[in-house]
């Protein structure tokens, strides 16, 4: 018989305990280790079947377990300093605070992150791989720092799909439905104490309405918008039904739910809590890029920051909400970016549904595929984030070059490397992902206080110290961690043949799956193609050998998830499967279904090598390796995303790719077989000569010196660099704190800055055709010239309407290849010098020095000039000669 309804039943603490609640509720205890295991204490057998979900074990701990802890002074004590020590982290001042009380006003007083999807812990599932975990610890390191973040996604009532296997090793997917009141969310509600709810219009006369969930994570709130209440028809219910599911119409309503509902969700919480407006919109990916559109609309309509001023006209809005926006790109492939009919989008932008003040042509214009080879019959939604945000970036060095050149056709006529995207490299938030352990031997030689803060900063200084950690020390806590992954696995791997449909005795052979003395290899991630789950199956006999070598054995731990629309995904993870039931190697080699943030809190730590082999440069970051090298667990990788910044050859080893270049190949084509041929031999050979080596190298005392060496460089060196702290210390100094200054001047005066920078644009725009380079000359005397010698250059330009100040022109110089291509370029500005002549043009002088040898040339340009421009590719405006003007193959001596 089936419910009707359904509710929870929570349980009554005692007044005692009240304080168990409170922390409950704050999602920090997923990442306080001291919380965690006051939560234990409570119940060790309930606490282990509820998931270490703090909020269901409340609800399901027995009341006179409950009556004993309320007399328990013992307890009562912890939980009374845990209680006092949560309220000092939300109230005393952090890394943030300081800086503001050193730079006055120039940090933003709030930054609202927008993600489709976040990680915060295993007992929050709303994510499904990297991009929301790290969105979760983009929120977690924002509170340790104190940056006043607003964190705002979705709530997806049946989160990412569970995994498991059939018989076949065929995955298998399921939907848990999720009930808000057995999670660690609340209600957001009005003064009169009915749930806030926001609006969008939809076509044929419907509404999606929309709850708001908070979450408290740390300091930062993260609010989760909920479709699925009564006010809604059943077809809006489901928009937040699942994350990454449905048809092209179902995504556009959860990405108009996310960007615009998600603006109107952050204005409600600060009129409601009185928390600081932001200054400052950060959308992780393109998922969120419609919040520009709504806060275009707010400006129009004379938006909140100055309720009393007139409203801007959309190009003056444009400006100002283009000056606040950040976004971040993690997307290194154009198929991975969402694009939807151009007419699905116009139908729910148009018409009775349109925004005030913002037309239909407009908001197609943002997301137009305007360049050599788009279509436009689609709205890209990733051009469209670039075009609302003046501040872009990619996650690691390689994806911005990467990111670069893939939207290089938004800004015709400037080369890759001047495109305005940046780089900040992804970081993980390091107390969530290092073992306990691990933290205790730091702590031990660095001090308890010290490592916090090492944890938390990601200042080099503060790593300081742990090169003292001794040798045994590091084997001993290596050969733990180990042991506890192999526990697991064979829990995990037990319970994965049952749901197979083995029976008991069938697995007996389970208990002594995996050795805690063999060199343990970790490969853990979603499985598209490119990041090649089966790499290592090209050899089926050579990945024998290696798992079974009489004294040099290898074992390797595999977990990863296809989507569930991705069958060739799905025969990969089959493949392995298959591979690993082989009662030969089963017991040297395992795939663990339902790979989530819980598995990966014992594989991280308990491996030796973490494996990444994707096709390069296909991978934006790959921040699974990091989290491992904080536990001193070693990275064997191709040269792609973050180990193609920080690989320095004795942190781990760099798989050598068939194509040096680092071109992008169809992951289908014959050429991609090849050099999957050759990359998985050179894996092989790694793996043999050099990883094993290393690791069954001893002393006389049993210890691998080498390896221990270089466990702990590995820790010393890149445990600063790739911490969370580190990465949001950078969004804010480098991006935050200039979008929020941006956003200031623009909005000041009512506005009027905006207007002014949208009229100039459009001047500019209007007039450009008419700009030219129309004749260079240089006093170049002989054909090969002097090192430190100088070029007297004199260009005239044909301005048309515009004046000097609203241009620069410049000097591109540097070497030259075989076409003529400008390498390593350096820029000149030239000057003006006297008005225009009688044919309306203008003279620019200057001069250029000579500071490199070999072939050498120079070009002549002329780029929109503004003080409010954060790039002169800003406007994507640029004249050129017909022809380049250089010492085509002058040789400087």
């Not at 029976?503 to 490119?530: C, M, N």
């Not at 595999?558 to 690993?580: E, N, S, T, W």
């Not at 070693?634 to 798989?655: K, P, Q, T």
């Not at 950078?730 to 949208?758: D, F, H, K, S």
Request: net charge negative; charged share 25%.
């Amino acid at each position: 018989m089936k419910a009707i309804r359904r509710f929870t039943v929570r349980t009554v603490l005692p007044e005692q305990l009240q304080p168990l609640h409170e922390l409950a509720l704050n999602l920090r205890w997923s990442w306080h280790p001291e919380t965690r295991d006051l939560f234990r204490s409570v119940d060790p057998e309930v606490w282990a079947a509820t998931g270490e979900d703090p909020v269901r074990l409340l609800g399901e701990v027995p009341a006179v377990r409950l009556a004993a802890l309320a007399a328990d002074r013992r307890f009562l004590r912890r939980l009374g300093d845990l209680a006092d020590d949560l309220r000092d982290y939300l109230s005393g001042p952090r890394w943030y605070q300081t800086r503001q009380e050193a730079e006055a006003a120039a940090l933003p007083a709030a930054v609202a992150y927008f993600s489709p999807e976040y990680g915060i812990a295993a007992a929050l599932p709303q994510y499904s791989g990297g991009l929301g975990i790290l969105a979760g610890d983009h929120l977690k390191a924002a509170s340790d720092l104190g940056v006043p973040i607003i964190g705002v996604g979705l709530f997806y009532r049946h989160g990412y799909f569970r995994q498991s296997l059939d018989r076949d090793g065929w995955q298998q997917e399921r939907y848990p439905l999720l009930d808000p009141d057995e999670l660690a969310v609340s209600l957001l509600r009005e003064a009169d104490g009915t749930p806030c709810r926001v609006d969008l219009a939809l076509p044929g006369g419907r509404t999606l309405a929309a709850h708001i969930r908070k979450a408290q994570v740390g300091r930062v709130p993260l609010l989760l918008l909920d479709s699925d209440i009564e006010a809604n028809s059943p077809a809006e219910r489901d928009v937040t039904d699942r994350l990454y599911g449905g048809g092209s119409e179902h995504r556009l309503l959860q990405e108009m739910l996310l960007g615009i509902g998600g603006v109107r969700a952050v204005r409600a919480y600060c009129r409601l809590t009185g928390h600081p407006a932001p200054e400052v919109f950060h959308t992780n990916e393109g998922h969120a890029g419609f919040l520009g559109v709504e806060r275009i609309r707010e400006l129009v309509a004379a938006g909140p920051a100055d309720p009393g001023a007139d409203g801007l006209d959309f190009a003056a809005a444009l400006e100002s909400v283009r000056a606040g926006t950040l976004f971040t790109t993690h997307t290194p492939v154009p198929a991975g970016i969402d694009r939807f009919d151009r007419e699905l989008v116009a139908r729910h932008f148009g018409g009775e549904v349109a925004l005030p003040g913002v037309p239909v042509d407009q908001v197609l214009a943002l997301g137009a595929e305007t360049w050599r080879g788009g279509d436009p019959k689609l709205f890209n939604m990733a051009a469209m984030g670039l075009r609302l945000a003046q501040r872009a970036n990619g996650v690691s060095a390689l994806h911005g070059e990467v990111s670069r050149s893939m939207f290089n056709g938004l800004w015709p006529g400037f080369d890759p490397a001047e495109v305005p995207i940046t780089s900040v490299t992804n970081g993980v938030h390091a107390a969530t992902w290092i073992d306990p352990a691990v933290v205790r031997l730091g702590a031990a030689e660095i001090g308890a206080e010290r490592a916090e803060e090492a944890m938390t900063t990601g200042e080099a200084t503060r790593w300081t110290g742990l090169e003292a950690i001794g040798n045994s020390a590091i084997w001993e806590l290596r050969r733990t961690l180990r042991a506890q992954l192999v526990d697991e696995a064979r829990r995990r791997l037990h319970a994965s043949w049952r749901q197979r449909g083995a029976g008991e005795a069938e697995l007996g052979w389970v208990s002594s799956v995996l050795d805690p003395d063999v060199l343990t290899i970790g490969f853990a991630r979603r499985v598209p193609s490119y990041k090649r789950l089966t790499l290592m199956l090209r050899d089926p006999e050579r990945l024998r050998g290696l798992l079974l070598h009489p004294t040099r054995p290898v074992q390797i731990v595999v977990a990863g998830k296809a989507h569930p629309a991705d069958d060739g995904g799905k025969r990969l993870i089959q493949q392995m499967v298959a591979f690993a039931d082989d009662p030969a190697v089963r017991h040297r080699i395992v795939f663990l279904p339902d790979y989530d943030m819980a598995m990966a809190r014992h594989l991280y730590p308990g491996c030796d090598v973490w494996l990444n082999n994707p096709l390069r440069p296909l991978e934006a970051c790959g921040t699974s390796g990091m989290k491992a090298a904080l536990n001193g667990c070693l990275n064997l990788s191709v040269l792609d995303g973050w180990w193609d910044e920080w690989y320095d050859g004795r942190n781990g080893w760099a798989i050598p790719t068939a194509d040096e270049s680092g071109g992008v190949l169809d992951p289908d084509s014959g050429e991609a077989e090849r050099r999957d041929d050759i990359e998985a031999a050179a894996l092989y050979d790694l793996i043999e000569h050099q990883v094993a080596g290393r690791f069954y190298d001893r002393d006389a005392d049993g210890l691998p010196q080498q390896w221990i060496a270089m466990v702990r460089h590995t820790l010393v060196t890149l445990g600063p660099k790739v911490l969370a702290g580190r990465m949001v210390r950078e969004y804010v100094e480098r991006l935050y704190a200039p979008a929020a200054l941006a956003q200031r001047e623009l909005t000041g005066t009512g506005g009027a800055p905006a207007r002014e920078l949208a009229v100039w644009k459009a001047k500019v725009r209007e007039a450009w055709p008419a700009v030219r380079v129309e004749h260079v000359e240089a006093d170049c005397p002989a054909e090969a010239q002097e090192l430190g010698s100088s070029l007297a250059l004199r260009v005239q330009v044909a301005l048309g309407s515009l004046a000097p100040d609203d241009v620069e022109v410049q000097v591109v110089s540097g070497r030259v290849d075989e076409s003529d291509g400008i390498s390593d370029a350096c820029l000149l500005a030239l000057k003006p010098v006297g008005g225009p002549d009688l044919d309306g043009r203008t003279r620019y002088e200057g001069s250029l020095e000579l500071c490199r040898t070999g072939p050498f040339g120079y070009t002549v340009r002329v780029l929109p000039a503004h003080p409010r421009l954060a790039s002169p590719a800003e406007p994507g405006l640029v004249a050129l000669p017909a022809e380049s003007v250089g010492m085509d193959a002058g040789l400087l001596r």
